[in-house]
């Protein structure tokens, strides 16, 4: 089986006035639910919420890869599109790729889209 881990900017993390509409409570149910939907659809998948800060966001995901090793990893939008995040998400790229050479990627939109992004990378595009 396939071992995924998805990495996200945790909701602590995210200025929510770039974000109208949204909050911490709503974005950290998002999450939850969207995981929850991977482990319903028999996906074995961990999930692991990410510092801004990246030697704290580094670390996390070097102590998460020295417990097990995955096969496809993703990296939420909220992480991956922001200007202020590019280096974070630069450096952790570097780190899954350096850990687990083979490593494949997937990316969503949102938490709500993560199987369709899983799926493309295992089965092509529908």
Sequence with gaps: MTKILTIGLHPRELDYSLHPGLDEATLTARIEQGHRALLEASFDAELCLVDADPDAAEK????RLSRTSFDLAGIGAGLRVAPEHTIL????INVLVGASPGIRFFFNSSPETTIDAIRRQLHGPS
Excluded at 89 to 92: A, G, I, K, T
């Design 89 to 92: 998400f630069e450096r952790l």
């Design 60 to 63: 996390t995901v070097r102590e």
